[in-house]
């Protein structure tokens, strides 16, 4: 019965951490096709005259992913701090040996 649990939550995590990275993939596609429209409506608007318009939407499309990536670092950087920190209070508390 427990190797039947264990099994079952294993099966449970593998469907999770696909699911996860079938997300991120499919986040990474559409924010890629989503830059590219923006750049494409940029140049379109340069084309047609509108060159503060065609400018600001290439800028605009070029910064958003520079800005999540940023974004991206600067969480994963907390994370690590307050995973680091929790560990060093873990080692402070327990018995030296």
């Keep these: 019965m427990a190797e039947n649990q264990s099994s079952h939550r294993q099966g449970l995590e593998k469907k ?32 047609k005259g509108k060159d503060t318009s ?22 994963q950087r907390k994370e690590l701090q307050a995973r680091q920190q929790g560990i060093i209070a873990a080692a402070q508390q327990s018995p030296s040996r």
């Design 54 to 75: 065609g400018i600001a939407s290439i800028v605009a499309a070029l910064a958003a992913p520079v800005a999540v990536f940023i974004y991206g670092k600067t969480q």
């Design 16 to 47: 999770v951490v696909e699911s996860n990275c079938s997300n991120e993939r499919l986040g990474m596609f559409l924010g890629f096709g989503i830059c590219i429209l923006a750049i494409s409506l940029g140049g379109f608007l340069i084309l």
